[in-house]
């Protein structure tokens, strides 16, 4: 991972489920500890250009998993909680956020007021691999298909 876009092809997404990941919606984001165990924890989330963009405080326990192993799985809820999508993918994309434009962004999507503690993040975006439903386009689950190995 570099501080440049990720350009390899991303998975693509049915206009359902972007209709779905364009609401703000609870999501929970796992990523990879250093000895090999996942670790989760809830987080809010945008879509920006065909990738989930994210924000973390810069001394965040994820951002050392997220700099070790950019490969993340999210999984947002509807209201009812058998309605939901994973996603898995990898940061593409990261940068230091002192001023907080994207924890702010995220909270006036989630709340509709700036964030108000003001404590240096970092954010990254997160290119799509794979995705999973549950419920949404179904009955029951649906696969992206494979476009390729990471």
């Known amino acids: 991972m570099s501080d440049r876009a990720d350009t390899r092809p991303e998975a693509d997404l049915p ?15 796992g990523t990879v500890r250093r000895d090999g165990t996942p670790a989760t924890t809830a987080c809010w989330y945008d879509l920006q250009d065909g990738r989930l963009l994210i924000t973390m405080y810069a001394d965040a326990h994820r951002l050392p998993n997220i700099r070790h192993n950019p490969h993340v799985a999210l999984t947002i809820l509807g209201e009812d909680p058998y309605q939901h999508v994973s996603l898995s993918g990898r940061v593409a994309e990261m940068w230091e956020d002192p001023d907080l434009k994207v ?9 509709g007021e700036p ?7 970092v954010s990254a975006l997160v290119a799509i691999d794979r995705w999973h439903t549950y419920g949404l386009l179904s009955e029951s689950s649906d696969y992206s298909p494979a476009k390729r190995s990471s």
Request: net charge positive; glycine share 4%.
């Open 15 to 29: 206009s359902q489920l972007v209709g779905f990941l364009e609401q703000p919606r609870v999501a929970v984001i």
């Open 103 to 111: 924890m702010d962004r995220l909270s006036m999507r989630y709340t």
């Open 115 to 121: 964030w108000p503690e003001r404590k240096p993040c």
